[in-house]
């Protein structure tokens, strides 16, 4: 079983930035596309970001353009969500995925992924 660790959250005003960090102590990432995914309460788990495992391909929710980039550093073993201009509609639990395949383009929410324990973004108004 592969273990992530995301970290970074924490308690933001809106209009405000985070920087998430995914991380696999023990494992290398760098064959793998990451996803990053979030879940408010009350509602379901939404996509959110992923990025292929060379970093080439990357896509985003529509609620998130513009204002996250996903990236990665290979030789850091370690993906990030830079998240700006942050409004209180972003606030839940984030989590990043790593997808089981080696060269893997996307992770999707049914995608063969690892997942981490999640970390929590709170954006007040």
């Known amino acids: 079983q592969v273990q992530l660790v995301e970290s970074g959250g924490g308690l933001v005003q809106a209009g405000g930035s985070l920087r998430l960090s995914c991380a696999a102590p023990?494992?290398?990432?760098?064959?793998?596309?990451v996803g990053w995914f979030r879940q408010a309460p009350g509602k379901e788990r939404e996509f959110v970001a992923t990025i292929s495992w060379s970093g080439g391909t990357r896509s985003y929710a529509d609620s998130v353009k513009g204002r996250f980039t996903i990236s990665r550093d290979n030789a850091k073993n370690t993906v990030y969500l830079q998240m700006n201009s942050l409004i209180p509609e972003d606030t839940a639990v984030y989590y990043c995925?790593?997808?089981?395949?080696?060269?893997?383009?996307?992770?999707?929410?049914?995608?063969?992924?690892?997942w981490g324990q999640g970390t929590q973004v709170t954006v007040s108004s």
């Open positions: 023990g494992r290398t990432l760098s064959s793998y596309a």
């Open positions: 995925a790593a997808h089981t395949t080696v060269g893997s383009v996307v992770v999707t929410a049914r995608s063969p992924a690892y």
